[in-house]
């Protein structure tokens, strides 16, 4: 094992202790010996199989047959998740075929950050994944069930699932991908059109047919943001079975995996039949090992920041105190071992055929920055997923899968690499500190002498402000950073500001030095422009970056890690400037019901949650949202 891989992992275990053995205290109460639902009382019993078929209805009234949730976040407008609307009823017939039974327990909300973009939408997408972390826990209240299959792909879908799902850590739980669509225009001339529109040369239908190729049918958009990251880390962290994530959906592959993962977590809710690691429950599986693990996979393949925050939420849930500094001390040592795109030119089919994550993880494995000693919904140990799968006739005839060894080389290397001759020997993910706070920078796409930063800040406090100074040519020809701030969790649930990437590319390749600094996202699909975003404290709770004002001189540091503004006493000894949203303002799409997420939500560097923090050991008191505010 990596030195620092081991040395993050213990402190990550002593900074947990007290919090992690209360999880499992909790759980293991939970856990019982047999189905969960024969501890219901009669009434309760019969409203849970009033609708079920008449053959359901006897193995739901019985002890022996484990009963799985399935919990989906089906819906026909988003291609990620269009493919689910025939999972139910196939994974029944899987689960009754492996002698278990199967029921839908409740739907959770997805939503797209790809149509929300710069609408006031996009202000209830973080939000959102606490709303599926409270659905997906509706869903299980009812203790039907020995066990759980989890139906998500994209954005806070799968954070929200897991976080909700290690309530109910007791129970075996697999999560059931649905893949990415196959490739369309390649998205590095997606990205050219977009540049030339913001320009003014391209036209919006020309526009529009760029998207639509691109984006063109049922399936996970084929670049590598924050869906994606999901579907590769569900899987080195062992919640998926081993090459599951990146096959297409509507293939003879895609059809046998589900199969195989309802096969699966039924055998796993067999506890009875089935004792210690092979029935390992999610909160046992989901451990310290398990995180770390995560972060690595995640900076080894330029993965989304979006995930800076989601990891420490997940964590959270389990019990495990995880932080960017975590992160940080991880991607000095880990290597960058794929280009993906905006890291590079390839989409996640490409990164599939070029060895996919079982090359990944075998890589990562020997050179000993993975722990292999996890439990995993595929049995015990990560090398399991070093395996990809085949299709197999059984004696009926029927196809199934089964596991060879994956590829032992990269079968591209100029998509994907070995950890002995990375793209660059970091994983191009860094926490920048200083005066302004804390940050995160993604500069795995970002060019060297594009990293450093230092130019008089310009001011704003909502990006369409931005938008409308670009296309009144107010920062042509010069030099700035611009400050967009009163995007964080509390002033209006911490959008991302995706549609800023153009414009500040097309002032970059005039040749003019252009960095962000916002407390607000940029998502998974932050490209070449040194973005330092996230920052916390946020402007809307009295953060430093409230203070800024138009000619402050700004330093972006992507190789150091500095984020600092000159004369930062007197900077720092001034009045806030500008304001978060009102609650008149917040009126309408929604927006006003969540008036109590933005006054409990907390920090970014804590996951962004609603829900209680763990308490850190160098944590000082804080305002609360509401008293900052006011």
Request: glycine fraction near 10%; include cysteine.
């Amino acid at each position: 094992m990596h030195p620092v891989v081991a040395a993050v992992t213990e402190r990550v275990v002593e900074r947990s202790a007290t919090q992690r053995a209360a999880y499992l205290d909790k759980i293991r109460a939970m856990a019982e010996t047999g189905p969960a639902r024969t501890r219901l009382a009669c009434a309760n019993l019969a409203h849970g199989f009033a609708s079920a078929e008449p053959v359901d209805k006897e193995a739901l009234r019985g002890t022996v047959k484990p009963n799985l949730a399935i919990v989906t976040s089906y819906n026909d407008m988003l291609s990620a998740h269009q493919p689910f609307v025939d999972y139910p009823p196939q994974l029944k017939k899987a689960v009754i075929r492996a002698g278990g039974i199967a029921q839908v327990a409740g739907g959770v909300p997805a939503m797209c950050d790809g149509v929300t973009q710069g609408r006031a939408g996009m202000q209830l997408s973080l939000y959102s994944r606490d709303v599926i972390a409270m659905s997906t826990a509706i869903a299980l209240s009812h203790d039907m069930f020995d066990g759980a299959m989890l139906l998500g792909v994209c954005d806070k879908i799968v954070p929200g699932l897991v976080i909700g799902a290690l309530s109910f850590g007791h129970l075996p739980t697999i999560l059931v991908p649905a893949g990415p669509m196959e490739s369309g225009l390649p998205n590095k001339e997606k990205a050219r059109v977009r540049q030339r529109f913001a320009e003014g040369k391209a036209t919006r239908e020309e526009l529009l047919e760029a998207e639509a190729a691109s984006y063109h049918s049922v399936g996970t958009c084929t670049f590598y943001g924050t869906a994606n990251s999901n579907q590769l880390l569900m899987e080195v962290m062992g919640l998926h079975l081993p090459g599951s994530s990146f096959v297409n959906p509507g293939t003879p592959m895609r059809a046998a995996l589900t199969d195989a993962a309802a096969a699966r977590v039924t055998e796993m809710a067999r506890r009875q039949e089935i004792q210690g690691s092979e029935s390992a429950p999610m909160g046992e599986l989901v451990d310290e090992r398990t995180m770390v693990n995560a972060c690595v996979a995640l900076l080894a393949s330029g993965g989304s920041t979006n995930h800076t925050m989601h990891l420490v939420a997940m964590a959270r849930a389990a019990g495990i105190e995880l932080t960017w500094q975590d992160l940080s001390d991880l991607s000095a040592v880990v290597p960058s071992l794929c280009r993906i795109y905006p890291n590079g030119s390839a989409d996640v089919n490409h990164f599939q055929a070029a060895g996919g994550i079982a090359f990944l993880v075998r890589t990562l494995l020997d050179a000993g920055l993975l722990h292999e000693d996890v439990l995993t919904v595929a049995g015990p140990g990560l090398r399991r997923y070093t395996q990809e799968p085949r299709l197999v006739e059984d004696a009926s005839g029927r196809t199934g899968v089964e596991w060879v060894e994956g590829p032992t080389a990269t079968l591209d290397p100029e998509v994907l690499r070995p950890a002995d001759d990375p793209f660059a020997p970091d994983g191009g993910l860094r926490v920048l500190t200083g005066p302004l706070g804390q940050a995160v920078i993604k500069t795995s796409a970002v060019t060297p002498e594009h990293r450093v930063v230092t130019a008089p800040a310009v001011v704003f406090d909502d990006q369409a402000d931005f938008l409308a100074a670009f296309s009144a040519h107010e920062l042509d020809g010069r030099d700035f950073v611009a400050v967009i701030r009163y995007q964080g969790p509390a002033a209006n649930g911490m959008p991302e500001l995706h549609k800023l990437t153009p414009a500040l590319g097309v002032l970059q390749d005039r040749g003019q030095q252009v960095a962000i600094v916002t407390d607000g996202r940029m998502s998974g699909a932050s490209g070449k422009v040194p973005a330092a975003i996230h920052v916390t404290p946020e402007a809307a709770l009295g953060g430093a970056i409230a203070k800024i004002v138009d000619g402050d001189v700004v330093t972006v540091d992507g190789t150091t890690g500095v984020l600092t503004v000159e004369d930062a006493e007197t900077v720092l000894a001034r009045p806030s400037t500008g304001a978060a949203p009102t609650a008149a303002e917040f009126a309408g799409t929604g927006r006003e019901l969540f008036a109590a997420f933005r006054a409990t939500v907390g920090p970014a560097d804590q996951g962004a949650s609603v829900f209680p923090a763990v308490p850190t050991h160098d944590q000082s008191p804080q305002l609360t949202n509401e008293a900052a505010h006011v």
